[in-house]
């Protein structure tokens, strides 16, 4: 054996002298440098002729982890590059989070782009607050909407203030230097800043009827508009009302007393030169209940009430009755008018 090669461990030394001996040479082979082990030893038949005498050798089997194999030269395994994942992850969670905010984004511009809308039922009233500090009295059965903030798009400004209407409101409108107009099925109404009232009913034909309480009002045919014509009128002095029917112009402007417009806003009830069956649809409205005529309407006449606060329904139809000689009783859905 070579001076330069340690002698071989007790402990690995086999008690077979052959076996020993082979042990020895391995032993020393393996502690030469590879360019002088090549020529003179070969390791693996070493190893394999070694095995042999010491019946290392078992049968084969499909079991991969039962299967003997040959020693190897351990090395440790390379170590993950979690920086190179993470620069893999990266951009997958970039796309991921701007996905995110994107759709955010377009929810919350559908969100802002939907019309708020407050609709009262028969009977019922309210006050609604505009963004710009207007407020808006809704009688029964009405609607209103408009856009939030008066703004088509989030934090930008619009250069007017618009809401549409269907129903019955009473308008005072904050001063601004951006107009404030309400858009009815056939028409317009374009302030300053002024308190109006405006009655839109699909019902009415359609009709819209404006009265001016205070201030300054332009009334535009919604369809002369369409067709770029200049059909308005301007309503200037208090009590001035106008009317817009279907598709024709404005009516010319005429003075009316403010109460007739002012007590349904009270809880009264009033009605100027009306029909019974337009006085009925409109107690309807104010009460929320059913009423029939079983008359026919040729039978009836016009006829003017007025209650300025605090209307009930049953003094009404009495009041009615006296006047076009009928009776009244009640039913399962309402209230039925007769002949006495």
């Not at 003179?40 to 050798?57: F, P, T």
């Not at 409108?173 to 107009?179: G, K, L, N, Q, T």
């Not at 009264?268 to 104010?286: C, H, K, M, Q, Y």
């Not at 026919?296 to 003094?315: I, K, R, V």
Request: with cysteine; hydrophobic share 40%.
């Amino acid at each position: 054996m070579d001076n330069d090669v340690p002698p071989l461990p007790d402990d690995l030394r086999p008690p077979d002298d052959t076996a020993a001996r082979d042990y020895e040479r391995l032993w020393a082979a393996l502690h030469r440098t590879d360019d002088a082990q090549a020529p003179s030893y070969d390791v693996d038949d070493a190893w394999d002729q070694l095995s042999g005498r010491l019946d290392l050798d078992v049968e084969e089997t499909n079991d991969a982890e039962e299967a003997p194999a040959r020693p190897t030269n351990d090395r440790p395994a390379h170590p993950s590059d979690r920086s190179a994942a993470t620069r893999v992850q990266w951009p997958a969670r970039a796309l991921a989070m701007a996905v995110l905010v994107v759709c955010a984004v377009g929810l919350g511009a559908w969100w802002w782009s939907q019309p708020v809308s407050v609709t009262t039922a028969a009977g019922e009233r309210a006050t609604v607050t505009l963004p710009d500090g207007s407020t808006v009295a809704l009688n029964g059965a009405t609607t209103l909407s408009y856009t939030r903030g008066f703004r088509a798009v989030p934090l930008i400004g619009s250069t007017r203030r618009r809401v549409r209407l269907d129903g019955e409101a009473f308008f005072s409108v904050a001063e601004s230097d951006r107009p404030f107009r309400v858009a009815t099925p056939n028409a317009e109404v374009e302030v300053l800043g002024t308190s109006f009232n405006v009655r839109a009913r699909a019902d009415d034909g359609p009709t819209t009827t404006v009265a001016l309480e205070s201030g300054r009002v332009r009334f535009i045919s919604q369809s002369a508009s369409n067709r770029g014509e200049k059909r308005s009128v301007v309503l200037s002095e208090a009590g001035q009302t106008s009317r817009v029917v279907e598709n024709s112009a404005p009516s010319p402007p005429e003075t009316i007393q403010l109460k007739y417009v002012q007590a349904w806003r009270a809880g009264g009830f009033a009605v100027a030169d009306a029909s019974l069956p337009t006085v009925l649809r409109e107690l309807e409205r104010r009460f929320g209940v059913r009423l029939q005529l079983d008359v026919p309407p040729a039978e009836t006449e016009s006829m003017t009430l007025h209650y300025a606060e605090d209307a009930q329904l049953e003094n009404v139809l009495r009041d009615i009755c006296v006047i076009q000689g009928l009776t009244y009783r009640e039913t399962s859905r309402g209230y039925e008018l007769i002949r006495d």
